[in-house]
């Protein structure tokens, strides 16, 4: 879930005191006033605020003045239209490629599988124990692996101390920071804690085989991506009119897009949770009860979760698979032909070439 994460550090704040020493006798040389140590050495020696306690969330953020301009959504808004736009043109081709590649390598898998047929077979070979949990996970199982590989990637980052100012600039997401659209994407993948990650990477787990049944792989890949942007957007534009700027991080927004887009194509599929498997309920009611609980927590106020980009990620979620499929996917032919015949001019340029 993206968490929304705050912190305040105090200290006990240096006072100067000063002694007043009466001259009881006579007159004496009056001792040297002890010069006042440089204000760096003196933020030095001032006590820091405790480490930070593992907790759900990063480390406090740095304190800002002042509060940001309206204008700043104008550049993530440009990001995330034109990434979007990028990501499922990036699909497009990515599924022509793979078609094409897998007609190409018809034969050379079948003569692979009349090899290992005749090779003496090795027993407790770590290789053909790897292949064979692969090959047996379904077809989105194996997508989101790598997307859960990068997300435990982010997350041991989060571990090491010197990677600490670059992780809460690049991999947390907020509208008054200096770095804005990286973030949207990169936040997608980050994780302060373990449960947290855990508890998405497991949701993405779930709902894997359904919605790479139902878009594809390529095209889930640029929903999954496109999802996080747009979520975070959303979370931009909220801080914004309320005016509470705290770091947010998680793949919850786009985590939420793949669970309304199944719920809201399979409203009648029995869901349950995890902890307490005896109550099921249809993925419908799961998916109303979940939009509920994020708009009461954004209209009161509730700090503990980023409500805005679960609705984000919700609402886009059944627009896509109610519109956006057909506007979207179905209209890349004009781009897939034009892929085909700049490839086809260039193999044709590059078999001439070597004729010659």
């Excluded at 006590?47 to 953020?61: A, E, V, Y």
């Excluded at 050379?108 to 599988?113: F, L, N, S």
Aim: net charge positive.
């Amino acid at each position: 879930m993206a968490w929304r994460c705050w912190a305040r550090a105090w200290g006990p704040r240096p006072h100067r005191l000063t002694v007043l020493l009466e001259q009881r006798q006579g007159f004496r040389r009056a001792r040297p006033r002890p010069e006042e140590p440089p204000a760096a050495a003196a933020a030095e020696a001032r006590p820091g605020p405790p480490p930070p306690r593992r907790s759900l969330c990063p480390p406090p953020p740095p304190t800002r003045a002042g509060r940001p301009s309206p204008r700043r959504l104008v550049k993530p808004l440009l990001f995330a239209v034109g990434f979007t736009g990028s990501a499922f043109g990036s699909a497009a081709i990515w599924q022509y490629e793979s078609l094409k590649s897998r007609v190409q390598t018809y034969f050379e898998e079948a003569r692979a599988d009349w090899l290992d047929k005749i090779r003496p077979q090795k027993r407790g070979d770590f290789r053909k124990q790897v292949n064979s949990w692969w090959n047996n996970l379904t077809e989105g199982q194996r997508t989101v692996t790598g997307i859960i590989a990068a997300n435990v990637f982010v997350f041991c980052l989060w571990r090491l101390p010197g990677m600490r100012r670059i992780m809460f600039t690049y991999f947390t997401s907020d509208p008054s920071s200096r770095a804005l659209c990286s973030p949207m994407l990169l936040s997608t993948f980050s994780h302060f804690s373990l449960f947290h990650m855990a508890a998405n990477m497991y949701v993405l787990w779930s709902f894997s085989s359904s919605i790479v049944s139902l878009l594809g792989c390529e095209q889930f890949i640029a929903v999954y991506l496109s999802a996080g942007v747009i979520s975070t957007f959303v979370s931009y534009v909220a801080k914004m009119a309320t005016g509470r700027f705290e770091p947010s991080l998680g793949a919850s927004g786009a985590i939420m897009t793949v669970l309304a887009a199944v719920c809201t194509k399979m409203p009648e599929a029995k869901l349950a949770i995890i902890f307490l498997p005896m109550f099921t309920f249809t993925a419908g009611n799961a998916l109303k009860a979940i939009i509920a609980f994020d708009t009461a927590g954004l209209a009161l106020g509730w700090r503990l979760f980023d409500h805005a980009a679960h609705l984000g990620g919700a609402l886009f979620g059944m627009w896509y698979v109610t519109y956006g499929h057909e506007l979207i996917w179905k209209n890349r032919e004009p781009l897939v032909k034009a892929w085909h015949e700049m490839r086809t001019k260039n193999t044709g340029k590059g078999g001439g070439g070597r004729s010659n």
